[in-house]
């Protein structure tokens, strides 16, 4: 049957920020189909300018609620780079466990109250507090050892007062640090109900063949700065990101796009996961859900979230470990301001997070330039939308069930759009 | 739902986001002990970041962000003449926040530095009640989980709310923090209003005054102590203006 369909999603649902869907399909065959985020734009990068570099992680860890904490130490790694800080082991513990808190808290939240709605088929996480009280009480509980872990390690989730340059400013206290091993433990039950119930989820059968980007470990997952790494075999240092880059505008999205080696690239939990499976300590979970390297379906990108929090849940165990044997004395490094220039590399939950900074003599930003993860997946999502959209109408579907297709493929990619038009 | 016999409203409530970073309502959203409760004393009708629920009838309205673009504007309009009541959520909303930084430079400038020749379209940075008339401010970047909950129980009650007179310097010394201004840093503690529970000097960042004025402040003399001090003027401005939120204080004595 040879179908007409007009697809418009103003303001999509369940993400954050603005962004919409079209799509037109003409006699069977598709015209258009387009990402276009109608976000405001707030010209972070033009701000930064002639701030103390210092001020730097504090106004741009608002560019983003959700991942502030990872947008403060994208921001820090790029001035330590420039300055030539070198910071204490410690701090550097205690800033990857408050990511970790901060991986759980977007990840969780993404998969409970943004994408399990769609294969629970409600609007929103509201309903299932009558009808599914089990699974909003789990997601609550996993919520909370989230915000707390944030709170214990960088002060507060949202805009995070205790990363500094040099270190961190405040040491957690190690009352509070046993605390947290105990509760990630008696959490880590909540995680397995969390895994057999997406076990029970359809993922949506689709693949586009992409490429897919993310830092490379060397030796663990890696998080916070190194390598940067693609499927498609393109190794850079982090200094080199603007060739992982490459951004350009389209008329139709207030969002830029990026590609590398094909017409757009992928970043995020499962280009993480493809790049590094290796390293996971949570490998019989991907294996119990099948998800090996290289998976091409971008709807599995929720499954990958689902993998990273019972890896990051283990890892925040033995660095907690780690901590507690240590003394806490050392926790920043004295410094000098000088004229610099330096990137920061950061895994934050929607992928890889680039911070670089032009700093002069007194300190002050110069030059700003933020690349952030949704930016990087606009052009995957925008490609992905056509040929799914074709993929489905060939399979004789009707216009709810692709837009309802096409919402649940931009959800899979958690899209932080207001992030993206920073 | 009853409360000592007597019958509560269940106010419909609409949250809607404009130039910011979504973390005020994220705060809501992340209030996991009590998001239970909060949800069965309103009935949320609008609430895109975690809802495809969306409905055009509604009491209340928060409104989260600043207003940078002319569509902006013409949705916030038609959004007060939905509500009864306009509650402005967060310091962008209340005061512009920190995209106010944008007006040190020119609109065609920023806009050239970021997009460079493919223009966005964008407007000098304008808080809510710039727009549109405001009955209720709730300022904090991000908001106090804590007071917001409060504010929200006198709503439903009818009651009056009264944010706190005293600055953040109270709450501060309460937590026994080591000040900050002796430790050699500007910190606004002494004049922004309390009510986070001074949790940015709780973890050594100065205050920067997200939250406004506090009614009791003495900007002239925290001015004075800052320049024998030794800070500049334009290091006492980068910190008084970070949030917009204190030019009424601080513009006026000069």
Known sequence: MKVDMNIDVHHLTRVEGHGNIHINVKKGKLVDARWAVVETPRFFEAMLRGMSCEMAPILTARICGICSIGHALASLRAIENALGIDIPVIAKKIRLLAKHGETLQSHFLHLFFLAAPDYLNVGSVIPLVQSNRAVVEIALRLKRLANDMCDILAGRTTHPVSLCVGGVSRPPNKEDLHKLREQISERIPDAERTVELFKTIQVPDFIRETEYVSLKGEENYPWIGGKLVSTDGVLKNENDYLAMTNEYKEDFSTSKFTRLSRKSVAVGALARLNNNYNFLKAKDIAEEFGIKPLNHNPFMNNIAQLVECVHVMIESLELLDELLDEPMDEISSEYDIKEGEGVGAVEVPRGILYHHYLINKKGLVEKANCIIPTTQNNANIHYDLAELVEQAVNNGKQDTEVKKLCEMLVRAYDPCISCSVH | ?254
Not at chain 2, 21 to 40: H, P
Not at chain 2, 67 to 73: H, K, N, V, W
Not at chain 2, 139 to 161: D, M, N, Q, R, Y
């Open chain 2, 1 to 254: 739902m009853e409360y000592l016999g007597i019958e509560l409203k269940k106010p419909k409530v609409s949250f809607f986001d404009f130039t910011c970073c979504e973390g005020c309502q994220l705060q809501i959203a992340n209030k996991e002990d009590t998001l239970v409760d909060f949800l069965s004393l309103v009935e949320v009708v609008n609430f895109r970041e975690i809802s495809s629920e969306k409905k055009d009838h509604y009491e209340i309205a928060f409104i989260e962000g600043a207003i940078s673009r002319q569509d902006e504007i013409e949705r916030l309009e038609k959004i007060r003449k939905q509500a009864k009541l306009v509650v402005a959520l967060g310091t962008c909303a209340c005061y512009g926040g920190v995209n106010s930084l944008k007006k040190r430079f020119s609109v065609e400038d920023v806009v050239n530095e970021v997009y460079g020749h493919n223009p966005v379209e964008t407007l000098p940075v304008k808080s809510v009640k710039e727009v549109v008339a405001v009955d209720f401010e709730i300022p904090g970047c991000p908001i106090s989980k804590a007071e917001f909950e409060s504010i929200i129980l006198h709503l439903v009650l009818g009651t009056e709310f009264r944010f706190k007179k005293y600055p953040v310097c109270v709450e501060c010394k309460q937590n026994l923090n080591h000040c900050l201004l002796d430790e050699g840093k500007i910190c606004l503690g002494p004049i922004t209003r309390a009510g986070c529970n001074a949790v940015c000097i709780n973890g050594k960042l100065p205050c920067y005054g997200c939250r406004g004025p506090a009614e009791e402040n003495n900007w002239p003399s925290l001015k004075q102590i800052l320049t024998e001090k030794g800070f500049s003027p334009e290091q006492i401005d980068e910190k008084t203006s970070f949030f917009n939120s204190l030019t009424e204080v601080t513009k006026n004595e000069s």
